[in-house]
């Protein structure tokens, strides 16, 4: 798969060649005789100063040429500095009618246009569109862009449906995590406030915006900030009346950008700073990472113990395009006890940039491969690729060790396998060793726990924000209709008012599903499918929903 193949062979240039037969014909003086009185041809000039003086003509031509060229450098140079003068001039005293002044930066400035409305949201800069949502069906909430505000480029982009419930405190966790300095965009499509708490309205405000505090429902806004400095401009369109959306709002603002110096951290210059600048050069969003006075480490690997066979096993870490989740678990696989970085090779299902970077961050090997299928097909691809991969580079390895990007790794992760990796080859029944914890007493756990749950109204819908209760610590139960076992069709349905994952069932055990929601601990029970449905009280009818008639939308 990772072969180096010969360049294939080009047809050889030195084989038969046309050939050219030249026919000279040798021509003599001639004389032209005519009844009327008599010419003579005579040449009036030799050749040879026929040729000089051609030459002579073409270098006076390709001098005046050279000539024009310098004059015209000369003179472009002299106006441009005289247009920058008048133009650094002009932009001091320029005061547009939101009080906002053109910042002196070299006629270095962003121009950027900001569409919020109904059903559509844009944004461009220069003339160029960086954001583009027009989809009847998506989109919904704030729209935030990140831009550097020293060279304009786009560092981080997030949708967050904040007519959903906990979005806007991740909204809110986001907004904190940017480096000061950067310039933050914000609009709305369609509906933007519905679940915006007081918390997050202030983090708007603090960010500069006079508006945060009266965005209502459906009413169109955009800001355009700076982080850590100033509101740039704002704009905001209110709804006349609850069945109606506010006009949309069109906002446009010059940028002045400042020097590339200005916006840089004097790290102190070592292996991990260089790869820390190079990353928060070009992406946002990673908080004290980038931080300017207390940067979080990045080398958090202890000393290597070579002498353990664990040291010498490969890690493979299948990814996709969820850098903030493969980060958060670099960080905890980097510290666990035991790990040797140099072993370690992330594998990306798609060519995206930001994962790829994360890795770079860490100074790990990252490999990137085209995806192949759709659904369960793609994600068996990707481990064949990955673990094809993995035996390629580590040729000698008998094991490998297999990991997926939104796990978290315990402090033992590495000793746990050190202790277990002996039985693969005492015990040739064994296929793998997994890390999961299938203990004996886990069906006397879960009858504990069903008997003690609190039964849900089950009159509710699962899309309603309140049907799994806002309090903590306690657990509850729900128990949905499932005739079959693969009868998923309601507890997709559900997954997906719940925003959970919805594209296939996975992590059942008997046809019932165990999380965690709001701080509590839920448990889903197929009725009748499983044998957990004995705890069923008689009064309860089990829900039963169909996922391609789930519409969150109706319930704006």
Not at 325 to 330: A, S
Not at 362 to 381: C, D, E, K
Not at 487 to 508: E, F, M, N
């Amino acid at each position: 798969m990772y072969s180096l193949r010969p360049a294939r062979s080009l047809p050889s240039l030195s084989g038969r060649r046309s050939s050219y037969h030249h026919h000279y014909h040798h021509q003599s003086s001639i004389n032209l005789i005519n009844t009327s009185p008599t010419f003579y041809f005579t040449p009036v000039m030799p050749r040879k100063m026929i040729a000089k003086l051609l030459q002579f003509i073409f270098f006076v031509i390709l001098m005046v040429t050279v000539i024009i060229n310098i004059l015209f450098i000369v003179d472009t140079t002299q106006r441009l500095r005289s247009e920058s003068k008048i133009s650094d001039d002009s932009s001091a005293n320029d005061v547009r009618p939101n009080s906002l002044k053109l910042q002196e930066s070299h006629n270095r400035v962003l121009k950027v246009e900001v569409l919020s409305s109904q059903s559509k949201v844009s944004i461009t800069v220069d003339g160029t569109t960086i954001l583009d949502d027009s989809d009847e069906n998506k989109g919904r909430g704030i729209h935030v862009l990140v831009l550097h505000q020293s060279t304009g480029s786009v560092m981080a982009q997030r949708l967050f449906d904040t007519y959903s419930p906990h979005e806007d405190e991740a909204m809110s966790l986001f907004l904190s995590m940017i480096t000061d300095g950067r310039i933050i965009i914000l609009c709305i499509k369609d509906e933007g406030t519905f679940q915006m708490k007081q918390s997050t309205r202030d983090v708007l405000k603090r960010l500069g915006s006079l508006r945060s505090q009266q965005i209502g429902w459906r009413d169109m806004w955009a800001m355009v900030a700076q982080k850590g400095g100033k509101m740039l401009a704002e704009s905001y369109n209110r709804s006349p009346e609850f069945n109606s959306w506010g006009a949309p709002v069109m906002l446009r603002v010059e940028i002045g950008l400042s020097s590339v110096s200005d916006s840089e951290c004097n790290w102190s210059q070592n292996d991990e700073n260089v790869r820390r600048k190079n990353f928060c050069s070009h992406i946002e969003g990673y908080g004290s990472v980038c931080s300017c006075a207390e940067p979080a480490p990045l080398s958090l690997t202890g000393k290597v113990n070579f002498s353990d066979p664990i040291s010498a096993v490969p890690v493979a870490i299948v990814a996709s395009n969820r850098p903030h989740y493969l980060y958060r678990m670099l960080r905890s696989l980097l510290s666990s006890t035991g790990c040797n970085p140099s072993m370690i090779t992330v594998f990306i299902d798609g060519y995206f940039e930001e994962p790829l970077e994360v890795t770079k961050l860490f100074g790990l090997r990252g490999i990137q491969h085209t995806p192949i299928g759709v659904g369960n097909a793609r994600i068996s691809q990707h481990y064949k690729a990955s673990l094809t991969a993995t035996f390629n580079l580590f040729p000698d390895s008998k094991y490998a060790i297999i990991l997926e990007e939104d796990l978290d790794v315990s402090p033992d992760f590495f000793t746990y396998f050190s202790q277990t990796m002996r039985l693969l080859d005492e015990d040739e029944s064994i296929y793998c060793i997994s890390a999961w914890n299938d203990q004996d007493n886990y069906e006397r756990l879960i009858h504990n726990l069903l008997r003690k749950a609190i039964v849900v109204d089950h009159s509710k819908s699962p899309c309603e924000h309140n049907f799994i209760p806002d309090t903590k610590d306690q657990t509850y139960v729900v128990f949905i209709k499932m005739n079959a076992p693969k009868d998923y069709s309601t507890w997709l349905a559900v997954a997906k008012c719940l925003k959970i994952w919805d594209l296939d069932p996975r992590g059942y055990h008997n046809s019932m599903w165990r999380f965690f929601y709001k701080g509590n601990h839920v448990l889903v029970v197929g009725v009748p499918n499983s044998p957990y449905s004995s705890f069923k009280p008689s009064h309860v009818t089990p829900i039963y929903l169909e996922d391609k008639k789930i519409d969150v939308n109706r319930l704006k």
